[in-house]
């Protein structure tokens, strides 16, 4: 799907799987981000507290990224976020089964408003304790060129997600933003 107007895709996920990352990777130069220490114990010092966007230029469509909170606290802030939106990457870190069922719960959240496309952006697959990007596939009961395996902070892997949501949109017919 190529249109003049900017595509808006929004990235959500649960804590710490790399949304925050993925946006800057992508899109460095016009960048708003909102992060602040957290004052929850999440792994790592910073947190998303309202929402990251990212404007990003793929064969000459442009395309407007924002991110998703992903503390539970922040959960209001989805609807106003999926608002025009044409299609989601779900992030869910390998490491953290865990935080599989909560990835689950949103996005039967945010598909069950709108039927969006989507693709599901899976990092941190080197860690120890990871799940293969084929177990992760299952558990969400998807086929592979749905879900794709990334590092959030690399480029080609960032972009890679994008351009297979991208191809997704392609497949189906126009949703109404
Ligand atoms: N080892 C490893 N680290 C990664 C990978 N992808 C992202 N990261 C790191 O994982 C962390 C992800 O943090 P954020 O991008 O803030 O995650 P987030 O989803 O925005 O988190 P919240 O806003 O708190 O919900 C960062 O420190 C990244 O550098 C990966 O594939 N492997
Ligand atoms: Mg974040």
């Known amino acids: ?35 602040a220490r957290s004052s929850e114990q999440i792994g790592k010092t910073h947190t998303t507290v309202g929402l990251d966007f990212g404007v990003l230029q793929i064969g000459g469509q442009t395309i407007h990224l924002c991110g998703t909170p992903g503390q539970a606290r ?29 990835a689950r719960r949103i996005l039967e959240f945010i598909t069950s408003r709108k039927p969006l496309p989507f693709v599901i952006g899976v990092t941190k697959s080197e860690l120890e ?23 959030a902070t690399q480029l080609a892997g960032s972009r890679a997600v994008i351009a297979s949501l991208l191809r997704l949109l392609q497949t189906v017919s126009p949703v109404e933003a």
């Not at 304790?129 to 590092?151: G, H, P, R, S």
Request: hydrophobic residues 45%; glycine residues 6%.
């Open 74 to 102: 922040f959960d209001f802030m989805w609807d106003i976020l999926c608002q025009g939106t044409l299609g989601l990457v779900l992030m869910v870190a390998a490491n953290r089964p865990q935080d599989f069922p909560h």
């Open 129 to 151: 304790d990871a799940w293969q990007t084929e177990d992760v596939a299952a558990y969400f009961e998807l086929e592979m060129n749905q879900v794709i395996a990334l590092n």
């Open 1 to 35: 799907m190529m249109t003049k107007q900017a595509l808006k895709i929004v990235i959500s996920g649960p804590v710490g799987a790399g949304k925050t990352s993925l946006i800057t990777t992508l899109t460095d130069a016009y960048c708003i981000s909102t992060e």
